[in-house]
């Protein structure tokens, strides 16, 4: 069973950054397409961003492009990602996953997903 727990949300205000990391329980996190979603109060949870086992191909949701790096550390079971220029509407609960699937398939359709973390609340206000 993959453990997945996630770290770095805060209170940040609007134009600033903030890096998510999740850290999972072992190394099998090599296998898995992994990535980030998002949950604002009263909306559905939406796939951020997210990668394939090698970091070779990266999915990204419309608003975060040009904003938000995905990235992944194998060596150090650990998935990242760097959010810059944030604004009020990037408030939401981060969660990351891992998943049997393409980063597409993940990301867009919410499909193949085995594990999920318990998430990170990022809030982004004055």
């Known amino acids: 069973q993959l453990q997945l727990v996630e770290s770095g949300g805060g209170l940040v205000q609007p134009g600033g950054s903030l890096r998510l990391s999740c850290a999972a329980s072992d190394s099998t996190l090599d296998y898995y397409t992994v990535g980030w979603f998002r949950q604002a109060p009263g909306k559905e949870r939406e796939g951020v961003s997210c990668?394939?086992?090698?970091?070779?191909?990266?999915n990204y949701t419309e608003s975060v492009k040009g904003r938000f790096t995905i990235s992944r550390d194998n060596a150090k079971k650990t998935l990242y990602l760097q959010m810059t220029s944030l604004k009020p509407e990037d408030t939401a609960e981060y969660y990351c996953?891992?998943?049997?699937?393409?980063?597409?398939?993940?990301?867009?359709?919410?499909?193949?997903?085995?594990?999920w973390g318990k998430g990170t609340l990022v809030t982004v206000s004055s």
């Open positions: 990668i394939s086992t090698s970091g070779s191909r990266t």
């Open positions: 996953a891992a998943g049997l699937t393409t980063v597409q398939d993940m990301c867009i359709n919410r499909n193949g997903i085995v594990y």
